[in-house]
């Protein structure tokens, strides 16, 4: 149990226009999903956190025009980078916290996106 | 903010051999975790150690947690080639427990030679 997928797996696309990945959680509900931006040999940096039926919450140095984020149910939490170019491309990871587990702090990955953009 | 900071940051070893990665951080939190993430892929919950507890394991894993020091580590024992990975630590900053958002370390990235 407990599987995040992401859609697409990786993807390519032209300098100024825009990508939507997609954080499903297959067999659990989440109220909150997190989305993660990966640079090559890199940590993973929070980038927003995303709450179902609300507003997301987006981190420090986070643009919230250019990084869309709609979590339209609680199995499904969608990023949309606005206006790509080269710099945006990364390798962009969510997690998804089940509802079930909310008294322990263990949240699951989706396989992540490989953005490039050209 | 950046807090659970790893060392080493790179490990290389020859399989067989016990790994040990460190962790530190630097505010209170409700517990600790490590992940393993292959080249290119997502990361796999390894386990998680809450601040009450000192040492846990599972499997071929055993991590400490020393909430005085804000520090942790992560022992493989008897690695293999397939324990090669970046490994990673992460918090749950503020400290206040639920869904809390985690702060990753900068990872170490681990090396078994066959």
């Known amino acids: 149990g407990a599987v995040v997928s992401q859609h697409p797996s990786w993807v390519i696309c032209k300098s100024g226009t825009s990508v939507k990945i997609e954080c499903r959680s297959l067999d659990f509900q989440a109220t909150t999903m997190f989305w993660y931006r990966q640079f090559p040999k890199q940590s993973l940096m929070l980038m927003a956190t995303s709450n179902e039926g609300s507003k997301a919450t987006y981190e420090q140095g986070v643009e919230k025009d250019k990084f869309l984020i709609n979590h339209a149910s609680l199995t499904l939490s969608t990023l949309t980078v606005t206006s790509a170019h080269p710099e945006d491309s990364s390798f962009y990871i969510c997690s998804a916290f089940p509802l079930a587990l909310s008294s322990v702090n263990e949240q699951f990955f989706g396989p992540g996106t490989r953005l490039t953009v050209l | 903010s950046q807090q659970g900071e790893e060392d080493p940051q790179a490990l290389s070893i020859q399989e067989g051999e016990n790994a040990t990665m460190n962790c530190s951080y630097k505010t209170s939190i409700n517990n600790l975790q490590w992940y393993r993430q292959n080249s290119g892929r997502g990361l796999v919950h390894l386990i998680l150690?809450?601040?009450?507890?000192r040492e846990k394991h599972s499997g071929r894993l055993r991590v400490t947690l020393d909430t005085s020091k804000k520090s942790s580590s992560l022992l493989i024992t008897a690695s293999r080639a397939a324990d090669t990975a970046s490994y990673f630590c992460?918090?749950?900053?503020?400290?206040?427990?639920?869904?809390?958002?985690?702060?990753f370390g900068k990872g170490t990235k681990l090396t078994v030679n066959p």
């Open positions: 150690i809450r601040s009450n507890e």
């Open positions: 992460a918090t749950d900053e503020g400290g206040r427990g639920g869904s809390e958002k985690l702060v």
